[in-house]
């Protein structure tokens, strides 16, 4: 059986990665694999010095679609992906994607040292995506600078994160926001959850809200990269504050779900099914009765696994733990539609396939 009325998955990226590695240094650079992500060339670009390139995977995705049922997808650039190829995947398939847009060659340029990243051209840039055809949101993260070696503080960071908001006021659009971050590929040194107070803390987020009441915000993941317990819980704090917060549970298993379901506060109308299709975690199990009380299913980077050559399979791991949710908790599915699409359609001011598919109420007060 179908999983949902409209199955939407709010986070997936349609881009791989390829490695062109020369044999003399090719110890050296796997080492450093997850710095090279991010300047990745476009296959149709690339010459044989380019180390790193980003192609079009969307044959993969749709064939995965088809086999999970799953009837659209939020397209999201991340680690050296692009705007243009997702902007390709929703012209040639308008009905089944669209997507948000970041910055990414204001940060390429930034990386390469051909210019300083700045807040001015990361706007400028941002602000031509989000007006293409399918462009609905701001994401994956908060746009930063990629070359900052130090910690920023909140005071900072806010200040620098409010033209941001501006511009996702102006088009009338959600903004993301990704706390902590996958440890595999980018261990050691400084990493983004440590050097931005975003990463580190999701309740930073209620800050800056209170200052844009109007603009929504999707937690990535629902904080579950990085220090899981603490992230998860922060951002539900956030969420049950603010209404207009959504947060990611695709990578969430049953255990952290019945979290914000059985929130008077939050409850399903504000989570979103969003995975990760396409990166490359990989999902990996353990004995939910552990002493260590670690997570009886975790997705993550394991270095001593090698790199995933195969397209890690999110949609039936992920769909597996909310159904386990659904039998033990009796949980209606006009509740698990809007997880899995209503909300998605109501947050991104999508039309589904017909009108009153998800609950809607009328106020006879």
Same mark, same amino acid.
């Given at each position: ?126 602000? /031509?995506? *989000?007006? &293409?055809?399918?462009?609905? %949101? ?10 900052? +070696? @130090? ?117 399903? /109308?504000? *989570?979103? &099914?969003?995975?990760?299709? %396409? ?10 009765? +552990? @002493? ?74």
């Amino acid at each position: 059986m179908k999983a949902g009325r409209f199955v939407v998955d709010t986070h997936v990226h349609a881009q791989r990665h390829a490695v062109q590695f020369q044999s003399t240094d090719e110890e050296e650079k796997y080492s450093r694999l997850g710095e090279l992500m991010h300047t990745a060339v476009p296959a149709d670009e690339a010459d044989d010095d380019a180390d790193v390139i980003v192609y079009d995977n969307s044959d993969r995705l749709l064939y995965d679609m088809d086999v999970y049922d799953v009837d659209m997808c939020m397209l999201l650039p991340a680690f050296g992906m692009n705007n243009e190829i997702n902007r390709q995947i929703i012209e040639k398939h308008p009905d089944k994607f669209v997507a948000c847009g970041y910055p990414v060659q204001t940060k390429k340029k930034a990386l390469r040292g051909e210019e300083d990243w700045t807040v001015e051209a990361a706007v400028a840039e941002l602000d /031509e995506v *989000l007006s &293409w055809n399918g462009f609905v %949101g701001i994401g994956e993260f908060l746009p930063h600078d990629p070359n900052l +070696n @130090e910690r920023m503080t909140w005071k900072e960071r806010k200040k620098q994160l409010r033209p941001f908001f501006d511009l996702a006021a102006e088009h009338d659009m959600p903004i993301r926001w990704h706390p902590g971050a996958a440890s595999g590929y980018q261990g050691g040194g400084l990493r983004e959850q440590d050097k931005l107070p975003d990463f580190r803390d999701p309740y930073n987020a209620a800050d800056i809200l209170a200052e844009y009441p109007d603009v929504s915000l999707v937690f990535e993941h629902g904080g579950i990269q990085g220090h899981w317990k603490y992230n998860v819980e922060r951002a539900c704090m956030v969420a049950a504050q603010y209404d207009n917060v959504y947060l990611e549970v695709g990578l969430w298993w049953k255990d952290i779900l019945r979290r914000p379901m059985n929130d008077p506060n939050i409850g399903p /109308e504000q *989570l979103l &099914w969003g995975t990760d299709w %396409g990166a490359s975690a990989v999902a990996n199990g353990h004995d939910s009765e +552990n @002493e260590l009380d670690f997570p009886s299913m975790r997705w993550e980077q394991y270095q001593d696994r090698g790199i995933p050559a195969h397209v890690a399979d999110y949609w039936g791991t992920s769909l597996r733990e909310l159904d386990k949710l659904a039998r033990e908790d009796n949980i209606p599915q006009d509740e698990l539609n809007l997880v899995l699409g209503g909300n998605f359609c109501d947050l991104y001011d999508i039309e589904p396939p017909h009108t009153r598919l998800f609950p809607d109420y009328i106020d006879r007060n």
